[in-house]
Structures are given as C-alpha cells and as structure tokens.
C-alpha cells in the first residue's frame, strides 16, 4: 500500500479563498507560513518518502516548510501547476457570473468540456495530472509521498485515484493549507481523509 498525503498551499498574498489565481505566481502570505507551519508540525512524525510540489511559488514555499524536518528535496513538478484561467485570472465568482456568465454557467452545470477563455481547457488540466500520476506515483508501491499543489489539481487526482467521473470534481471541497490521505493498491485505492483543516490554530490567541 501507498500513502499519499495531499495538501493544498497556504493562504496567499493576494486572498486565495476569494479569488481565481491560476498562472498567477503569487506567493505565500503571512497567514499561509503560519498556516505550512502549522501542517509542518501535525506531519512532523509522519514518515514521509518523496515530496512532490506544483511549481508554483505558494505550493513550493509550503512544501519546503513541510519538508524541512523530514531533510528530504521537494521534486518540483510544472504539470501540477494550477489551471491557467485566462481572462478570469483573478476575478471572484460574482465578477465572473457578471463579466463570462457563460463560464459561470459552464460551472453549475458541471460541464467537464470548459475551457476558459484565453487559458486552458479541463481536459488539458486532466492530462498534466494524468502525465504527473502514471510517471510518479506507485499505487502498488509502499512509500508515503507528500504532494503540495492546488485546489482543482488536487480534485483532479483525488477523482483519477478513485476512478470517478470527473464531475465529482465539484463535489469535493478542499480548503487552504488542508490534509487529504488517499492509500493506494494496485486495483484500488481509498480515500481515508478529505479535508482536514484540524491542525490550523490561530497561534496568536
């Protein structure tokens, strides 16, 4: 069996819970370093293998810190970057309803052939998250493999793990700096922990 601890990057500088960042390479805030050490501390007796991280400056940066006291060299990888969004780069959901309701609809709808304009289609996420899983990922192998990256990615592999229709994406909530574990076998795998967001206590209080 493999372990594969899934962790979406830490709040940003520039409000990840609000606002679409795709190819936007923000970095992390002061919340988020607080929140990836957080996480660092909860993981710090888990053994852990590889670490795997979205190129991207938030993911990496959070990846690092989570490694940090394992020793081990985050594996930067591009084809777990986030989704390029394209010309909805950085709007909110209610910006985008008024400025591509087309694409807002395409989002209730669940229509797995969105592509967004001027930026990528779902199905070339699909792909790079496809590439990522069959070229690094043992599901018969036995190591535990931390993987830091971004919402959608995320749902992505959480939904090509499980053999899921990829409108399941939808159905699949994962929050800022939070914990899901898929164990994989060679014919399955099972998802243990969605989204857990247990570890995050405000230091400060």
């Known amino acids: 069996m493999a372990k594969l601890l899934l962790v979406r990057h830490g709040e940003t500088e520039f ?20 929140q990836a050490e957080q996480l660092r501390d909860r993981l710090a007796t888990e053994r852990i293998d590889y670490v795997y991280s979205s190129s ?31 010309k909805i780069e950085g709007l909110n959901f209610e910006e985008v309803q008024s400025q591509y309701p087309e694409v807002a609809r395409m989002w209730t709808n669940l229509n797995t052939q969105l592509v967004y304009p001027e930026g990528e289609s779902l199905s070339q996420l699909e792909k790079r998250v496809e590439e990522f899983r069959m070229t690094r990922l043992n599901p018969a192998g036995s190591e535990t493999v931390l993987v830091v990256a971004h919402s959608g990615v995320l749902r992505t592999l959480i939904c090509q793990l499980l053999d899921l229709d990829m ?3 939808w159905s699949l909530r994962l929050d800022l700096a939070s914990l899901s574990i898929v164990e994989t076998y060679p014919e399955t795998a099972i998802l243990s922990l969605l ?3 247990s570890h995050l206590v405000d230091r400060c209080q």
């Open 15 to 34: 409000n990840s819970a609000q606002r679409y960042w795709g190819r936007t390479d923000v970095g992390l805030g002061p919340v988020g370093l607080r």
């Open 56 to 86: 991207m400056k938030r993911a990496l940066v959070t990846a690092q810190i989570l490694s940090s006291v394992h020793g081990l060299k985050v594996i930067s990888c591009p084809e777990m970057r986030e989704i390029d969004f394209g």
């Open 167 to 169: 409108r399941s994406r």
């Open 195 to 197: 989204n857990d967001t």
